[in-house]
């Protein structure tokens, strides 16, 4: 079963093919949970994490934008031969904003049923 960096544990509508239309332990590794058409993605920086007072935000997609400059994104590739080694680097300039403070929600979660010791 999929476990987060915060030990927390996964209700069982996440694992059950009754609740989610795309399971998420079918198909190619992913980071997002999709229930309830939702995608629920886990973070370990919330605010008030494994307590009664959990952080939990609902953003819509719309609320955010991200930007990236393609058109001067520096790669580049080599071959070592003294170390026997490939290599590969790459720079991009991209910067994320919020767009419409109004597409985000902020809930308090009970948080303290999913922590393990």
Known sequence: MWKPKTKR???P???SKDYVSIQP???????VLRW???NWIVSNRITGIGTASESC???HKRALGHAANSTEMDVRV?????QDLS???ATLFHGA???????IVKMVHDGSAYVTS
């Open 9 to 11: 544990i996964c209700s």
């Open 13 to 15: 509508e996440f694992s």
């Open 25 to 31: 332990w079918m198909g190619p590794a992913r980071r």
């Open 36 to 38: 309830a058409g939702i």
């Open 57 to 59: 935000y609902l953003m």
């Open 78 to 82: 080599g071959y070592d031969e003294k």
């Open 87 to 89: 290599w590969s680097r």
């Open 97 to 103: 904003k919020l767009l419409q403070s109004d597409g």
